[in-house]
Protein backbone atom coordinates (compact mmCIF):
# COMPACT_ATOMS: atom_id res chain seq x y z
CA UNK A 1 0.00 0.00 0.00
CA UNK A 2 1.43 3.12 -0.98
CA UNK A 3 1.69 5.99 1.64
CA UNK A 4 0.48 9.34 1.39
CA UNK A 5 4.19 10.39 1.73
CA UNK A 6 5.54 8.11 -0.94
CA UNK A 7 2.25 10.25 -2.89
CA UNK A 8 3.52 13.10 -2.29
CA UNK A 9 6.85 12.45 -2.96
CA UNK A 10 5.69 11.26 -6.00
CA UNK A 11 3.49 14.07 -6.65
CA UNK A 12 6.77 16.42 -6.28
CA UNK A 13 8.72 14.68 -8.56
CA UNK A 14 6.42 15.07 -10.92
CA UNK A 15 6.02 18.57 -10.39
CA UNK A 16 9.30 18.94 -11.09
CA UNK A 17 9.37 17.21 -13.83
CA UNK A 18 7.05 19.36 -15.51
CA UNK A 19 8.43 22.34 -14.67
CA UNK A 20 11.27 21.37 -16.00
CA UNK A 21 10.08 20.59 -18.88
CA UNK A 22 7.83 23.71 -19.03
CA UNK A 23 10.87 26.05 -18.21
CA UNK A 24 13.18 24.29 -20.91
CA UNK A 25 10.28 24.76 -23.65
CA UNK A 26 10.06 28.48 -22.36
CA UNK A 27 13.78 28.74 -22.78
CA UNK A 28 14.03 27.14 -25.97
CA UNK A 29 11.28 29.24 -27.48
CA UNK A 30 12.77 32.71 -26.29
CA UNK A 31 16.25 31.43 -27.42
CA UNK A 32 14.55 30.59 -30.97
CA UNK A 33 12.85 34.31 -30.63
CA UNK A 34 15.84 35.72 -29.81
CA UNK A 35 17.56 33.93 -32.63
CA UNK A 36 15.16 35.04 -35.25
CA UNK A 37 15.07 38.86 -33.74
CA UNK A 38 19.00 38.92 -34.10
CA UNK A 39 18.67 37.54 -37.55
CA UNK A 40 15.83 40.33 -38.41
CA UNK A 41 18.54 42.76 -37.11
CA UNK A 42 21.52 41.80 -38.82
CA UNK A 43 19.68 41.99 -42.01
CA UNK A 44 18.38 44.96 -41.49
CA UNK A 45 21.99 46.45 -40.31
CA UNK A 46 23.70 44.50 -43.56
CA UNK A 47 20.90 45.89 -46.01
CA UNK A 48 21.48 49.84 -44.39
CA UNK A 49 24.73 48.88 -44.86
CA UNK A 50 24.81 48.28 -48.43
CA UNK A 51 22.45 51.41 -49.01
CA UNK A 52 24.54 53.25 -47.18
CA UNK A 53 27.76 51.71 -49.45
CA UNK A 54 25.54 52.34 -52.51
CA UNK A 55 24.76 55.74 -51.96
CA UNK A 56 28.25 57.31 -51.04
CA UNK A 57 29.41 55.63 -54.31
CA UNK A 58 26.88 56.77 -55.85
CA UNK A 59 27.31 60.53 -54.58
CA UNK A 60 31.03 60.05 -55.28
CA UNK A 61 30.15 59.40 -58.86
CA UNK A 62 28.11 62.02 -59.11
CA UNK A 63 30.44 64.63 -57.92
CA UNK A 64 33.54 63.02 -60.04
CA UNK A 65 31.38 63.95 -62.60
CA UNK A 66 30.71 66.94 -61.44
CA UNK A 67 34.22 67.96 -61.03
CA UNK A 68 35.50 66.43 -64.38
CA UNK A 69 32.34 68.50 -66.24
CA UNK A 70 33.87 71.78 -64.20
CA UNK A 71 37.66 70.76 -64.95
CA UNK A 72 36.51 70.60 -68.60
CA UNK A 73 34.52 73.82 -68.79
CA UNK A 74 37.04 75.93 -67.28
CA UNK A 75 39.62 74.27 -69.63
CA UNK A 76 37.45 75.23 -72.47
CA UNK A 77 37.06 78.42 -71.43
CA UNK A 78 40.39 79.23 -71.11
CA UNK A 79 41.21 77.72 -74.54
CA UNK A 80 38.39 80.07 -75.93
CA UNK A 81 39.86 83.16 -73.62
CA UNK A 82 43.63 82.48 -75.47
CA UNK A 83 42.26 82.55 -78.91
CA UNK A 84 40.24 85.77 -78.45
CA UNK A 85 43.31 87.33 -76.78
CA UNK A 86 45.34 85.70 -79.42
CA UNK A 87 42.86 87.08 -82.53
CA UNK A 88 42.72 90.86 -80.43
CA UNK A 89 46.29 90.37 -80.67
CA UNK A 90 47.16 89.43 -84.39
CA UNK A 91 44.25 92.29 -85.20
CA UNK A 92 46.11 94.48 -83.64
CA UNK A 93 49.46 93.83 -84.95
CA UNK A 94 47.39 93.83 -88.74
CA UNK A 95 46.47 97.17 -88.28
CA UNK A 96 49.52 98.62 -86.86
CA UNK A 97 51.12 97.46 -90.26
CA UNK A 98 47.93 99.01 -92.00
CA UNK A 99 48.54 102.28 -90.44
CA UNK A 100 51.94 102.44 -91.69
CA UNK A 101 51.17 100.96 -94.79
CA UNK A 102 48.51 104.05 -95.87
CA UNK A 103 51.08 106.56 -95.49
CA UNK A 104 53.47 105.09 -98.33
CA UNK A 105 52.67 105.88 -101.49
CA UNK A 106 52.21 102.08 -102.25
CA UNK A 107 48.76 102.70 -100.95
CA UNK A 108 47.83 104.88 -103.30
CA UNK A 109 48.59 102.42 -105.62
CA UNK A 110 46.55 100.08 -103.88
CA UNK A 111 43.45 102.14 -104.27
CA UNK A 112 44.25 103.05 -107.50
CA UNK A 113 44.02 99.03 -108.43
CA UNK A 114 40.75 98.97 -106.26
CA UNK A 115 39.07 101.67 -108.79
CA UNK A 116 40.48 99.46 -111.56
CA UNK A 117 38.78 96.13 -110.26
CA UNK A 118 35.57 97.59 -110.41
CA UNK A 119 36.03 99.98 -113.17
CA UNK A 120 33.78 97.73 -115.22
CA UNK A 121 30.46 98.34 -112.96
CA UNK A 122 31.37 101.92 -112.22
CA UNK A 123 31.04 102.55 -116.08
CA UNK A 124 27.88 101.02 -116.18
CA UNK A 125 26.34 102.95 -113.74
CA UNK A 126 25.35 106.25 -112.41
CA UNK A 127 25.43 108.64 -109.95
CA UNK A 128 28.12 106.88 -108.01
CA UNK A 129 29.62 107.62 -104.83
CA UNK A 130 32.80 106.68 -103.45
CA UNK A 131 33.05 107.32 -99.75
CA UNK A 132 36.77 107.04 -98.38
CA UNK A 133 37.72 108.05 -94.66
CA UNK A 134 37.87 110.85 -93.31
CA UNK A 135 41.71 110.78 -94.19
CA UNK A 136 41.90 109.42 -97.08
CA UNK A 137 39.66 111.97 -98.38
CA UNK A 138 41.48 114.74 -97.69
CA UNK A 139 44.86 113.09 -98.65
CA UNK A 140 43.71 111.09 -101.75
CA UNK A 141 40.54 111.85 -102.88
CA UNK A 142 41.94 114.49 -105.62
CA UNK A 143 44.49 112.01 -107.00
CA UNK A 144 41.83 109.34 -107.07
CA UNK A 145 40.15 111.91 -109.46
CA UNK A 146 42.78 112.89 -111.86
CA UNK A 147 43.01 108.87 -112.23
CA UNK A 148 39.14 108.36 -112.68
CA UNK A 149 39.74 111.50 -115.47
CA UNK A 150 42.50 109.41 -117.13
CA UNK A 151 40.65 106.18 -117.31
CA UNK A 152 37.93 108.29 -118.93
CA UNK A 153 35.38 107.89 -115.65
CA UNK A 154 33.45 110.80 -114.53
CA UNK A 155 29.96 109.38 -113.04
CA UNK A 156 31.77 109.93 -109.38
CA UNK A 157 31.31 112.28 -106.54
CA UNK A 158 32.99 111.70 -103.46
CA UNK A 159 32.20 111.70 -99.93
CA UNK A 160 33.61 110.73 -96.36
CA UNK A 161 32.43 108.40 -93.35
CA UNK A 162 33.73 107.00 -90.36
CA UNK A 163 32.60 103.88 -91.20
CA UNK A 164 35.83 103.39 -92.47
CA UNK A 165 38.56 102.87 -90.00
CA UNK A 166 41.98 101.94 -91.62
CA UNK A 167 41.52 102.66 -95.65
CA UNK A 168 40.22 101.82 -98.84
CA UNK A 169 36.80 102.78 -100.26
CA UNK A 170 32.98 101.93 -99.95
CA UNK A 171 31.07 102.43 -103.57
CA UNK A 172 27.37 103.37 -103.25
CA UNK A 173 24.83 103.16 -106.08
CA UNK A 174 21.71 104.41 -104.42
CA UNK A 175 19.52 104.67 -107.41
CA UNK A 176 19.91 100.71 -107.22
CA UNK A 177 20.22 100.49 -103.54
CA UNK A 178 23.66 98.85 -104.41
CA UNK A 179 26.82 98.69 -101.89
CA UNK A 180 30.52 97.32 -102.77
CA UNK A 181 32.72 97.36 -99.79
CA UNK A 182 36.28 97.57 -101.08
CA UNK A 183 38.03 98.33 -97.28
CA UNK A 184 40.21 97.13 -96.12
CA UNK A 185 38.36 96.35 -92.59
CA UNK A 186 36.52 94.59 -94.27
CA UNK A 187 39.19 92.12 -95.99
CA UNK A 188 40.91 92.28 -92.87
CA UNK A 189 37.45 90.71 -91.27
CA UNK A 190 37.20 88.37 -93.92
CA UNK A 191 40.74 87.26 -93.57
CA UNK A 192 40.01 87.03 -90.22
CA UNK A 193 39.84 83.47 -89.04
CA UNK A 194 41.97 82.20 -91.95
CA UNK A 195 44.78 84.45 -90.61
CA UNK A 196 44.17 82.88 -86.93
CA UNK A 197 43.55 79.37 -88.05
CA UNK A 198 46.84 79.33 -89.74
CA UNK A 199 48.84 80.96 -86.63
CA UNK A 200 46.93 78.61 -84.46
CA UNK A 201 48.42 75.66 -86.92
CA UNK A 202 52.11 76.98 -86.61
CA UNK A 203 51.41 76.84 -82.71
CA UNK A 204 50.43 73.53 -82.49
CA UNK A 205 53.17 72.04 -85.04
CA UNK A 206 56.18 74.20 -82.47
CA UNK A 207 53.98 72.05 -79.53
CA UNK A 208 54.41 68.79 -81.37
CA UNK A 209 57.81 69.72 -82.31
CA UNK A 210 58.91 70.25 -78.57
CA UNK A 211 57.19 66.88 -77.38
CA UNK A 212 58.69 65.14 -79.82
Sequence with gaps: ???????????????????SEEVKERRDEIERKYDELRATKEKEAEIKSQKYIEDYLKNSTIK??????????????KVVEAKEKLIAQILEEVKLKVQNFITTSNYETFLQNQVIEISTFIKENTNIIL??????????????Q??????NISNVTFDTTSKIQLGGFILNVPEKNIQIDMTI??????????????ILEEIEKGSDSHVA
Excluded: C, P
Design 64 to 77: NVEQESQIRLATKK
Design 131 to 144: LLSVEDGKRHEEKI
Design 1 to 19: MVTIEQKLTLFSKLMKQDI
Design 146 to 151: EFLKEN
Design 185 to 198: DRLIEDKKEGMVEQ
